[in-house]
Nanobody, 115 residues
Framework: QVHLVESGGGLVQSGGSLRLSCAAS????????MGWYRQAPGQQRELVAT???????IYADSVKGRFTISRDNVKNTVYLQMDSLKPEDTAVYYC?????????WGQGAQVTVDS
């Protein structure tokens, strides 16, 4: 089993920054993909960014140039630096870890951007 713990959410003014962290523990095998998804009220969960074990990244078009994903393979931790935040970025942000065909999820971190 894998356990994911997120931290760093909160309330920020439009244009501000936040940094999310997610630490994985348990049966965290190498060559996994870690990432961030978000879900706004009444909407489906959507991909924000992912990073492979080797460092390849994917970003949603809506966050390109504003968000940066990074990871520390030694610490089994993934980060999401969010800059130039907009009210439409308000959502619950979920950390994910995918190993082979199994995806694990964190409990979610609320990010609220006040206009």
């Amino acid at each position: 089993q894998v356990h994911l713990v997120e931290s760093g959410g909160g309330l920020v003014q439009s244009g501000g920054s936040l940094r999310l962290s997610c630490a994985a523990s348990g049966s965290v095998f190498d060559f996994n993909t870690m990432g961030w998804y978000r879900q706004a009220p009444g909407q489906q969960r959507e991909l924000v960014a992912t990073a492979t074990w080797g460092g390849s990244t994917i970003y949603a078009d809506s966050v390109k140039g504003r968000f940066t994903i990074s990871r520390d393979n030694v610490k089994n931790t993934v980060y999401l630096q969010m800059d130039s935040l907009k009210p439409e970025d308000t959502a619950v942000y979920y950390c994910s870890l995918k190993i082979s065909y199994t995806t694990y999820w964190g409990q979610g971190a609320q990010v609220t951007v006040d206009s």
